[in-house]
């Protein structure tokens, strides 16, 4: 009896590990969460919270990376990370509990954080030299991401004076002299202005070209060419 109980144990083993060592791994198993964080869409140079959990407590470690953010790893449950450059990032997280076969892979967010930048105003006129009483074409140049969403214009002494369209109507100029431009760029991070000072000439170059130097500014009056 004894030794057909112990071939009936022997024969039994293999069957009950088999049915309680891959219970004992998935009890093990650890499935890392990032939970949502504070923002997934700011500006260049803000900052975002990120916070791990992950099943089968207690977890002993974490291990994040944070693609184009500062801090680009960490080691705690919460981390604070900001962004300085423009760009869409991902997020990874792996948390461990010790227990063995508990370490779970990496879950990563691709595309998890937007970062937007402010934006860089721009803008070209035609014709720079004019006739007084003659009229000037601007448009605009500005970048950003996102693209700018408003525009505030300038015309020393042009009519209209100022404008809030991207490409303006017509600005007119009607006593002759040198005159200076500014575009006001606004999108969702913040504006940014651009000045032409001596941009536009009225007056000073009927059937003439006028000499701009690398600034997009006129040159010295000499440099006036006939044509």
Do not use: M
Not at 86 to 112: H, I, Q, R, S
Not at 163 to 178: D, I, L, R
């Amino acid at each position: 009896v004894f030794s057909i109980r112990i071939l009936v144990f022997i024969f039994l083993l293999p069957l009950v590990l088999g049915l309680l060592l891959p219970a004992v791994s998935k009890a093990c198993a650890v499935q890392s969460i990032i939970s949502p964080a504070s923002s997934t869409t700011v500006c260049a140079g803000a900052s975002v919270t990120f916070t791990g959990s992950a099943t089968n407590p207690p977890i002993t470690s974490w291990a994040w990376t944070f693609q184009g953010g500062t801090p680009s790893t960490a080691t705690t449950q919460t981390v604070v990370v900001t962004y300085t450059v423009a760009g869409t990032y991902y997020v990874a997280l792996a948390a461990f509990n010790g227990c063995a076969n508990g370490d779970g892979a990496p879950l990563e967010k691709d595309g998890y954080i937007t970062v937007n930048s402010l934006p860089v105003a721009n803008f070209a006129a035609a014709p720079r030299c004019i006739a007084p009483g003659a009229s000037v074409t601007f448009t605009d140049g500005s970048t950003g991401t996102p693209s700018p969403t408003s525009w505030a214009w300038t015309f020393q002494n042009g009519t209209p004076a100022t404008s809030a369209v991207q490409n303006p109507p017509a600005v007119s100029y009607a006593v002759a002299g040198t005159y200076s431009a500014s575009l006001t760029a606004t999108n969702t991070c913040g504006s940014n202005t651009l000045v032409k000072s001596g941009y536009i000439i009225a007056g000073l170059c009927n059937y003439q070209n006028i000499a701009i130097n690398s600034t997009g500014n006129p040159a010295d009056p000499s440099a006036i060419l006939n044509i």
